[in-house]
């Protein structure tokens, strides 16, 4: 682990009322000693205690280059547990750029991104799973992903994760100490009592598991694909729920022939939602593209919204969509519903299994009930975070499907009566797995991949 100083500006670098350079390291509070100058006294910020806030100017040799709020905190009680110091500056660009540009000449160097996070990592501050959630508050989209990121940056996975770890090496420490002793720790029978061990800690992990779905979802959004023949009403629609003309509405089928993407907070939940060309046989040649461009977004969506005008009858090109969604997540809307209806819910089920709600995106009606049901399709109803664990990224997915599987093998040894010392292996395995989600068994690549993808400063 590198242990110089490093320096970085902490907000926007666009204009602004206040701007935060932030120093850590070793050398932060010598540092800002040298640039630092107080209005009426020569005050010696060394030997300020920590935590406390100090009016003043930086400097640059003789030229004055900003009034500032020094914030000093001493290790180890700070985020990187190094001392660190921020400035709080104005919030103008040069005027940043140029106090880093000062912090880096008088012993600082530039941070790497997310390298502040990865020394509280490193130094034990917080580990993977925290260090990963923190990007994912800055990045929050909705409501729910907030709390979720929020959840994990206050140790929920950790927590989860530890127990399960303590369950799983309390086993091996026992096979290991019976094999090295079997005088006086027997494993007789012991097979059989691991196995309902083994069925409650896959059961854990399993559930967790689970949630991965419902974690990507909070944390990205639903992939939302509108279709439906032209002139069904989908553009109507994709106005009504972003809450503003995005799309042409006209009276002239075949009018959107290129996708149109919007994201949307519908009731907290974040849709990412995709308007395409109406579904029919053409032979314009611009038209079939697409239409091509509809069926390919359809076939990898999370929800295909299917627009219905209900006040004509279904033909070809309706069974052709119906097909298309067939043991998909989709929800019929039959729009239209302020005029004389010809096609029915009872119409619809006779040719797809799917909910069918009756809106009309003229009068801004059904949306409320659209809305419920995406909930309850997605999130069984109320989605609520006071208890729950979401994993949300890919990462910590790949390594628990890992982990259940190595307790698989377990079973599987188990059930095949093989010596109790290839039990030991796969639940080594398994511990090891769940310790890479939260960063004791990680290699540095994989940390240092990590913390690339956070915004500099943090």
């Known amino acids: 682990m590198k242990t110089d100083t490093i320096a970085a500006i902490a907000t926007a670098m666009t204009p602004s009322g206040i701007g935060i350079v932030r120093i850590s390291g070793e050398d932060a509070l010598t540092i800002i000693q040298k640039i630092y100058r107080s209005p009426k006294n020569k005050k010696n910020l060394l030997e300020c205690s920590s ?14 280059i900003d009034e500032v709020m020094v914030l000093l905190m001493k290790a180890p009680n700070t985020y990187t547990r190094e001392d660190t110091v921020e400035i709080d500056c104005h919030g103008g660009v040069f005027v940043m750029k140029r106090i880093l540009e000062t912090v880096i000449k008088y012993g600082a160097r530039p941070a790497e991104p997310g390298e502040f996070t990865k020394r509280a990592f490193l130094n034990g501050r917080i580990d993977l799973s925290q260090a990963e959630s923190v990007i994912d508050v800055i990045q929050s989209k909705n409501e729910f992903a907030l709390k979720s990121s929020l959840n994990q940056l206050k140790g929920a996975v950790l927590q989860n994760i530890k127990a399960i770890r ?49 974690g990507r979802i909070l944390k990205e959004g639903i992939n939302t694909v509108i279709v439906g023949k032209p002139n069904a009403g989908k553009s109507s629609l994709m106005n009504v729920l972003v809450g503003e003309d995005r799309a042409i509405v006209t009276d002239i089928a075949g009018t959107t022939r290129d996708i149109l ?14 308007d395409t060309a109406g579904i029919r046989n053409t032979s314009d040649v611009v038209e079939k593209i697409g239409v091509s461009k509809a069926k390919e977004y359809a076939a990898k969506a999370d929800l295909t919204i299917y627009v219905i005008d209900s006040s004509t009858e279904l033909d070809e090109n309706d069974f052709e969509i119906m097909e298309l969604l067939d043991e998909q997540h989709s929800i019929v809307l039959l729009n239209k519903s302020d005029l004389t ?25 059904g949306i409320q009930e659209l809305e419920d049901t995406i909930k309850e399709m997605f999130f069984h109803g109320e989605v609520s975070l006071n208890d729950e664990v979401y ?9 628990l499907q890992e982990a259940l599987d190595s307790l698989h093998l377990v079973m599987q040894s188990i059930e095949d009566e093989m010596p109790e010392d290839f039990y ?22 994989l940390v240092n991949e990590i913390f690339s993808k956070f915004c500099m400063g943090k």
């Not at 309390?170 to 012991?190: M, Q, R």
């Not at 993407?261 to 995709?274: A, D, H, P, T, V």
């Not at 209806?341 to 995106?361: C, D, G, R």
Request: no cysteine.
């Open 51 to 64: 935590h406390t806030i100090h009016y003043g100017y930086i400097y640059d040799g003789d030229e004055m």
């Open 166 to 214: 303590g369950n799983i090496i309390h086993e091996i420490a026992y096979i290991e100490s019976a094999l090295d002793d079997p005088e006086h720790i027997s494993l007789d029978g012991y097979g059989e009592a691991l196995k309902e061990k083994i069925t409650d800690i896959s059961g854990q992990i399993q559930k967790l598991l689970d949630s991965a779905d419902n």
């Open 261 to 274: 993407e919007e994201q949307i907070n519908l009731g907290g939940i974040s849709l990412n939602i995709i």
């Open 341 to 365: 209806s010809v096609t029915t819910e009872e119409t619809v089920k006779k040719h797809l299994n799917a909910k069918v709600i009756s809106i009309s995106a003229k009068n801004h009606t």
């Open 391 to 399: 994993i949300t990224n890919v990462r910590q997915k790949t390594s």
């Open 424 to 445: 030991s292996i796969d639940l080594m395995n398994a511990y090891e797995e769940l310790g890479k989600i939260i960063g004791e068994a990680v290699e540095d690549d």
